[in-house]
């Protein structure tokens, strides 16, 4: 996906993410069990809102079909609920987009509370629907898990794995007629996450990182 069709959808999310009343903000009247838009333990919030986005880097995986699909962008949208002081369940909806393709999914969320600052997140995912090109055609549903630690619910460092399968069409010279193949593509990323307010300006600077990359490498957009 280009960096500027990457950005209307960040922008789209981002929308919707804080398009809530005034009087949802931070909520923590009476026993101090109301809605957050920062995450916080269950003394401070009851519910509040998931909005992150990130960069990541592949390092180890199979079926990536250029160089800048090294980097994946990762934007999640949802809702969890304190359950405990120490634990919390939810679930999101998630966008994910390296160079070429996209890939759109929900996923369930369990977080512990290892402090009152700082948080571990687990995130199983069911990737619904893609796009496609005139060489590959992804076979939806695929999957997807990744596993986060926060600071502060501004900043994480994510670790991300995903698995989809797919159709690949291959053309020969020799050979009068085209066949198709069925592989599977996997990825393994490492990166951070911009959480809360600290996501508004993420998505220009990871663009500005790809664009950058793509200009020392000679990757046009």
Same mark, same amino acid.
Request: net charge positive.
């Given at each position: 996906?280009?960096? *500027?069709?990457? +950005?209307?959808? *960040? ?19 009476? #026993? ?17 809102? %998931?909005?992150? =986005?990130?960069?990541?880097?592949? !390092? ?11 980097? +994946? %962008?990762?934007? @999640? ?8 002081? *120490?634990? &919390? !369940? /939810? ?6 987009? @390296? ?7 929900? /996923? ?14 687990? *995130?199983?995912?069911? +990737?619904?629907?893609?796009? #496609? ?14 596993? =986060?630690?926060?600071?502060?619910? +501004?900043?994480?460092? @994510? ?15 020799? %050979? ?5 193949? #069925?592989?599977?593509?996997? /990825?393994? $990323?490492?990166? &951070? ?7 508004? &300006?993420?998505?220009?600077?990871? %663009?500005?990182?790809?664009?950058? $990359?793509?200009?020392?490498? /000679?990757?046009?957009?």
């Amino acid at each position: 996906m280009k960096p *500027s069709n990457y +950005l209307r959808m *960040s922008l789209c999310f981002a929308m919707l993410a804080f398009a809530v009343p005034a009087y949802g903000q931070d909520n923590t009247e009476g #026993n101090g069990c109301g809605f957050c838009i920062r995450g916080r333990p269950k003394g401070k919030c009851c519910s509040f809102l %998931i909005y992150e =986005s990130g960069l990541l880097s592949r !390092i180890s995986g199979s079926g990536q079909p250029s160089s800048l699909s090294k980097f +994946l %962008i990762t934007t @999640d949208l949802g809702l969890m609920f304190n359950r405990s002081n *120490s634990s &919390a !369940i /939810g679930a999101s909806f998630h966008l994910a987009a @390296d160079y070429d393709y996209y890939r759109f999914g929900i /996923g369930l969320r369990y977080r512990k509370w290892l402090t009152k600052k700082s948080a571990l997140d687990l *995130s199983p995912r069911l +990737l619904i629907s893609g796009n #496609n090109d005139r060489i590959r055609t992804f076979r939806f549903p695929g999957f997807a898990f990744s596993a =986060s630690y926060s600071i502060y619910e +501004l900043l994480s460092i @994510d670790a991300y794995f995903d698995i989809i399968r797919y159709e690949k069409k291959i053309y020969s010279a020799s %050979i009068p007629y085209e066949t198709t193949v #069925n592989e599977t593509q996997t /990825g393994l $990323y490492l990166g &951070a996450s911009g959480r809360s307010w600290a996501v508004l &300006a993420l998505p220009i600077v990871l %663009i500005v990182v790809i664009v950058i $990359y793509g200009g020392v490498h /000679g990757i046009g957009f």
